[in-house]
């Protein structure tokens, strides 16, 4: 009798190249759907298996210039949050695309396995690896953010938009309404510029 493929399998299968071409990868920032990097995922044909979370407690703060960064967790960090996500089956090309990317090559992030969650029916728990800050200075960018009472355990387009200067915030917004993005971040992002207006004009 045929085995039944898991959600992830599918996925994997049906990318092309088979089980092993592909790498699971978790990505919780800015290479999110609707995200400014989400470009670069959705043309490289990696599909996306669902969004996902870490398995346990991680260690997400948001540094200089509002780039999400997920730690290796710091000594004295207890990671009280399920980091949200989401899964993509990547092909070894779009790997070496994402790595450039993050900067794995200058030491800005690094590549390390991560377990997640399947959210949905399947909860299916998987092996993936995720982007991480370079351990050559986790520590203090987690100090510098704030330490423990800065971690976060979702990145969201409110995170995104923060450091904007305002003339890029209302851009970055009318480009998300006409590429139809969806209605939760499109709030999120509308929400925190009403709100920045408001009190600039106080």
């Given amino acids: 009798m045929r085995s039944v493929q898991t959600p992830v399998e599918q996925k ?3 990318g092309g190249g088979g089980v092993e071409a592909a790498t699971m990868v978790f990505v919780y920032g800015t290479l999110k759907r609707g995200f400014p990097n989400h470009p670069l995922l959705a043309a490289s044909g990696s599909p996306l298996v669902g969004a996902a979370s870490t398995a346990t407690p991680a260690s997400l703060v948001v540094g200089p210039y509002s780039v999400p960064f997920l730690l290796p967790r710091p000594s004295s960090s207890s990671g009280s949050h399920l980091v949200s996500g989401e899964l993509y089956a990547v092909s070894p090309r779009a790997l070496v695309d994402l790595d450039a990317l993050e900067g794995t090559h200058l030491g800005v992030y690094e590549r390390r396995k991560v377990t997640v969650v ?6 299916e728990v998987v092996e993936a690896e995720a982007y991480f800050a370079h351990t050559s200075y986790t520590e ?4 510098r953010c704030g330490g423990e009472a800065a971690e976060i355990g979702e990145y969201t387009m409110e995170h995104a938009a923060k450091d ?15 590429r139809g ?18 009190t600039e004009d106080h």
């Fill in 12 to 14: 994997l299968s049906n």
């Fill in 118 to 123: 399947v959210e949905g029916g399947s909860g």
């Fill in 140 to 143: 203090a960018l987690w100090l």
């Fill in 164 to 178: 904007l200067d305002p003339q890029l915030q209302v851009a970055l917004k009318g480009y998300l309404v006409a």
């Fill in 181 to 198: 993005v969806n209605s939760k971040l499109a709030s999120s992002l509308h929400h925190h510029l009403v709100e920045k207006e408001r």
